[in-house]
């Protein structure tokens, strides 16, 4: 993790990081998605972290259980379409009560292009609250790491499922043309 | 396709496997597979699966990496295993050395009704299995492929994926504990996680 510049802000998405490795997170599951790109790369670089690419978002939700089963934290980043994905997965968290971090670049809200993308998009904080997962939502970028670090205290200290939703204002809606 | 005759008994398959465990970590998943595993024995190291469907072999991955240092196996069934078919790609990637992963293929969905799976129709899951990057594969149609798997799950060096063809029958069920808290937390005590 390069530090930051005399007098430029930290980026957020480092921040991210940092609070991941604070509370001893090691296994990131990951679908890619641009709006974690570069937390993606950090995990992918940091020695002390597995990162595991998924084919589907479920398949993160039984990744968390596992490492929790052998006494590891998770953390999970999926785009707001894979929160869809992981609805019958989030029954195994539920009933057994594992600890669960979901952070979820969002789409389908702020200046979407993609009409495809607001189903769920639009849908994607009501369908997690539904699933009794708790949904913290950050708009700002110096909210980002405090927020991370809030929902794993929760989800850790008390065997809960938490979701951080970073809107799309925040990550910039994706530019399609070029 | 194997004549019934040709394979496997799935309770006397589970025992086989779980003869000499050691300290090996078993996850089972919905649903067939779940009662073999408590028909042989509870085990406060056994992680039954009564939901959930296509979860078992990534929780085998997930602990795997959590747990260096000890051996997984992980059990389900054909159904199971066709319902989160992309694990195999998501394990084949990362390949922990601790890791098994055996599938019980009667070609049936056993709790449901009997009905064939797509191994029935001829889905092959070891060739699967290959393609995603699996080193060392097993197809297991007798006694002796199931030894040579089961001693391989406590030395292996690489993920070792098994397809071990049983009876399509139904052998009494034998219920573990469902609570799932209950399950978690045992196993995490067994293994000194909590």
């Given amino acids: 993790m390069s530090e930051p510049r005399k007098g430029e802000l930290p980026d957020w998405r480092d921040e991210i990081f940092a609070a991941l490795k604070a509370a001893e997170v090691r296994q990131v599951g990951y679908v890619p998605d641009a709006g974690h790109a570069r937390l993606i790369e950090l995990c992918r670089d940091d020695p002390e972290l597995r990162a595991v690419p998924l084919t589907t978002e479920e398949e993160g939700v039984a990744l968390a259980a596992g490492a929790w089963l052998g006494g590891q934290r998770a953390a999970l980043l999926m785009q707001s379409s894979g929160v869809g994905n992981c609805v019958n997965m989030l029954s195994l968290i539920k009933t057994c009560r594992f600890p669960l971090v979901m952070l979820v670049a969002m789409r389908g809200e702020w200046a979407e292009f993609n009409p495809w993308q607001v189903p769920m998009g639009s849908r994607t904080q009501t369908a997690l609250e539904l699933c009794d997962v708790l949904v913290y939502r950050v708009e700002r970028p110096e909210e980002a790491a405090e927020t991370v670090t809030a929902a794993l205290d929760i989800a850790y200290n008390g065997d809960l499922a938490a979701a951080v939703l970073l809107a799309q204002r925040l990550l910039g809606a994706k530019r399609w043309v070029k | ?194």
């Fill in chain 2, 1 to 194: 396709m194997i004549a019934n005759e040709r394979r496997l008994d799935r309770r006397a398959a589970m025992r086989t496997l779980l003869e000499s465990r050691g300290d090996l970590l078993l996850v089972t998943g919905l649903g067939s597979t779940t009662w073999d595993a408590a028909a042989v024995g509870d085990d406060d190291r056994n992680f039954y699966l009564w939901g959930a469907m296509g979860a078992a072999a990534v929780i085998g991955l997930g602990l795997a990496i959590a747990q260096p240092g000890r051996r997984v196996l992980v059990v389900t069934g054909d159904g199971e295993m066709l319902m989160g078919l992309g694990a195999l790609a998501t394990i084949g990637v990362q390949r922990p050395p601790n890791l098994a992963v055996a599938v019980f293929d009667n070609g049936r969905y056993g709790e449901t009704g009997m009905q064939a799976s797509h191994t029935e129709q001829g889905v092959e899951l070891v060739a699967i299995a290959r393609a995603c990057g699996f080193k060392e594969t097993f197809d297991i149609v007798d006694e002796l492929g199931l030894r040579d798997f089961a001693a391989r799950v406590h030395n292996a060096a690489t993920t070792l994926f098994a397809r071990v063809a049983i009876r399509a029958d139904e052998p009494r069920r034998v219920l573990p504990p469902r609570d799932g808290v209950f399950l978690k937390t045992r196993f995490r005590r067994a293994i000194g996680a909590e």
